[in-house]
């Protein structure tokens, strides 16, 4: 079975454009998960999925991010008018159901704001 | 106070040596920790999970949690050239599904 899958895996583009990030989770994982991994900082949640709907968004930085997930399948995180501090590797995981399950991380988006 | 505090290191170690890591958190609602190893340009991979206080082996690793001292570690033993990789620890309150990382240590064993 693949593991999570995530697309593109870098992205470079300018100050003030948006951009979409996608997210392949495990076949059969309900469960999916955004975080954010800055240059020599932990990774920062930023948001999760249970099915396609949101229960807890608190880690998104500002109204500038969102995400959305299609059935338990595939999610999307965009970013409108990008800023340098966007600059980022954006990690994915997935897990089997929410609570107690460990969560699995794709190879992440390296985003880099010019 | 950050909620996970982890040293960054680097750590480097020979080949054969005993690597030790260690985070520290403020959280006394932590019940499930992990430890992740992360390579260069590579999403991190789950090396240990666990729940409440004690120790856990498998393999050439061993992760022990303390939460009275709200303290957790990794050991790995017999290190290889092919440990070399940042190593994560996260953990999270029970039912709750967001992660709170460490800044991730980075390991080097040297051959």
């Known amino acids: 079975g693949a593991g999570v899958s995530q697309s593109p895996s870098n992205k470079v583009t300018e100050k003030g454009k948006d951009v979409e990030l996608r997210c392949d989770p495990i076949?059969?994982?309900?469960?999916l998960y955004w975080y954010r991994q800055r240059l020599g900082q932990g990774l920062e949640f930023l948001i999760y999925?249970?099915?396609?709907?949101?229960?807890?968004k608190s880690g998104l930085p500002s109204d500038r991010f969102s995400a959305e997930r299609t059935g338990e399948s595939v999610s999307t995180l965009t970013i409108q008018r990008t800023q340098q501090e966007d600059s980022a590797v954006y990690l994915c995981?997935?897990?089997?159901?929410?609570?107690?399950?460990?969560?699995?991380f794709g190879d992440g988006t390296r985003l880099s704001i010019l | 106070q950050k909620e996970v505090e982890q040293d960054p290191g680097p750590l480097s170690v020979p080949e054969g040596a005993i690597v030790s890591l260690n985070c520290t958190y403020s959280?006394?609602?932590?019940?499930?920790f992990m430890w992740y190893r992360q390579y260069s340009r590579k999403g991190p991979e789950l090396l240990m999970y666990?729940?409440?206080?004690g120790n856990k082996e498998d393999g050439r690793f061993t992760a022990q949690v303390d939460k009275s001292s709200k303290y957790i570690s990794l050991f790995i033993r017999d290190s290889q050239p092919s440990d070399s990789a940042t190593y994560l620890c996260?953990?999270?309150?029970?039912?709750?599904?967001?992660?709170?990382f460490g800044k991730g240590n980075q390991v080097v064993v040297i051959p």
């Open positions: 995981a997935s897990s089997r159901a929410s609570g107690d399950q460990p969560q699995h």
């Open positions: 076949s059969g994982h309900t469960a």
């Open positions: 999925f249970q099915g396609n709907s949101a229960p807890d």
């Open positions: 959280n006394s609602a932590f019940q499930y």
């Open positions: 666990t729940y409440s206080s």
């Open positions: 996260a953990m999270r309150v029970g039912g709750n599904n967001r992660l709170a």
